[in-house]
Each structure stands twice: as C-alpha cells, then as structure tokens.
C-alpha cells in the first residue's frame, strides 16, 4: 500500500492491533489541502467523522466536488489514483477516518467504481464498528467479519455475480475448524488461520462457514466460548479472570460485557445463582 501526499495528522491506528485485511486509521484533517496526489492498492473507505468540507476530485482537467458531513463517505477502488483538494466549510474540527481493505477480501469480478460522496447506512455504521474495535483493541477475527460484511454490502449493491450465496463447507472441512476453534478458546484466531485449514481465501472461507452455521465464523467462536465459561463458572472456582484468560479474553471486564451480552447478568451473578 502506498499513500502519497496525504496532509493530515495521524491521531489513531489498528497498525500493532495484527489485524490483517483491514487496517483502520484516524486523521486529524486541515481546513484547506492540495491538490495532491493518493493512491492505494486497496480498497480504500473514507468516513467523515467530525466537521464540513468541501472535497473535490480530478478527472482529466474537470474537477468535480462534494459536500461532506459527518457520516459523509468516500469510496476509491484498489489500484486507483485520485488528485484531491478540500476545505472547510464550517468552523468545526475536521476528522476523517481511513478504512484500508485487502483486495483478497474482494469477490472475484467484482469492479468498485470511484465514488467522491455515498450514502450508505451499512457502510457508515460498519466504518463505526472498526473505529470502536480499533479503540477497544478488538482481536483479528471480529475486525475481518466487518470487513467482510462491508465488502459484500458493497459488492452486491453493484450487482456482481460473486456477491450471491455461495457453497456450504462439508461435513468434515467444518468439523475440522470448529475442533480447532474449541481447541484453541484461550488463543487468538485469525480468519485466515481458519481458511487455511480448509484450503480457501478468507473471502470463500467466510461466506462458506456462515452458509454452514448461520453465523459468521467470530459469533460462532464467542458462542464455544460462552459455553465454555459457562460451564467453569458452574464447575470450578477459578476466579472470573481466570476463567475470561482460559475463553480467549484479556481482561475480566471485556469478558463480562460478552458474557452479559450471552446470559443477561455478570459472570459473578451467573455463578451465585448455578
């Protein structure tokens, strides 16, 4: 991935997070900036975050502009170049953030085009969701299924072929990966460790699992791993931390929030209750 010219200040990055299709960054932005010059082998997603600009793009000579917002997006397809200026149209702080997607996670055929201003829901709220796992340090698996799902949002609203349902794992491939994924409850697992146990792209992999399961290969994980503290918390009296360490969490409050989310109370009003 090459970026060249961008003016703004890096506020946050998921760069030492090892996640590995997605890298998120946030940006601190100046009120006037370019013309300059940017180009990203990936997919790249730009979400306004904080003030008003006004953003305008070459094409040949003609420049063509937009309004941003908060909640405003911007799309550039991998491999493309853009000539950019903007500036401020209001006298808020300007913030951006930067989703940069792996081009593995793009189905097959499918072509983004450019696009200076979207209004999509999903994607606005899926960018959210990866600022708040950047923030929270959420591990590889959960930032690759909103990646994904980002990408097959996109890749369906252009109508590819590649964005319809898939085929299912058999019988053993998915016997293999939910025996690994038992396995190795207290370790962190990366989409592209379970495609690899299979022998498919992270992309087929993802689609493959969820037609397989009902559920994206990150919920089915945090579902063995429910049950799994379920039962420590009904059978030992290993300490909560002890038991959210042995589940794949880092701390006791990350696994409580998780568990209440599973069972409606705390891992402690769990266990006084059983």
């Known amino acids: 991935m090459t970026i060249g010219g961008l003016p ?3 506020l946050e990055s ?3 997070l090892g996640w590995r299709s997605v890298t998120v960054r946030s940006y601190a932005d100046p009120p006037v900036a370019g013309p300059f010059t940017t180009r990203s082998s990936d997919l790249l997603v730009v979400l306004v975050t904080a003030g008003r ?3 305008e793009s070459r094409h040949g000579r003609a420049w063509h502009g937009a309004d941003y917002r908060p909640g405003s997006l911007g799309i550039t ?3 493309n170049e853009s000539v950019l200026r903007w500036r401020s ?4 702080t300007m913030r951006s953030l930067h989703l940069h997607v792996d081009p593995a996670l793009v189905p097959d055929g499918t072509r983004f085009p450019d696009s200076l201003s979207v209004d999509d829901p999903f994607v606005t709220t899926s960018a959210r969701a990866l600022h708040d796992a950047l923030r929270d340090g959420a591990p590889d698996l959960y930032a690759d299924a909103v990646a994904q799902a980002m990408v097959a949002h996109l890749a369906y609203r252009t109508g590819s072929a590649a964005a319809r349902p898939g085929p299912r794992l058999g019988r053993r491939d998915l016997d293999a990966v939910t025996a690994y994924m038992r396995a190795n409850l207290a370790n962190d697992l990366a989409l592209a ?3 690899g146990l299979v022998n498919l792209s992270r992309y087929h992999f993802l689609r493959a699992f969820s037609a397989s399961t009902g559920l ?3 919920r089915f994980l945090t579902r063995l791993r429910m049950q799994a503290a379920e039962a420590l918390l009904r059978g030992t009296d290993h300490s909560v931390l002890q038991v959210a360490l042995a589940c794949g969490y880092r701390s006791a ?5 998780a568990f209440r989310r599973e069972y409606g109370s705390s891992p402690s009003a769990y266990r006084r209750r059983a």
């Open 216 to 218: 994206t290969p990150h």
């Open 14 to 16: 998921s760069a030492g």
């Open 193 to 195: 460790d379970l495609a």
């Open 8 to 10: 703004s200040r890096l």
């Open 53 to 55: 600009y006004r953003i």
């Open 253 to 257: 409050g990350r696994f409580a929030t």
């Open 77 to 79: 397809a991998p491999g």
């Open 89 to 92: 149209t209001g006298g808020a």
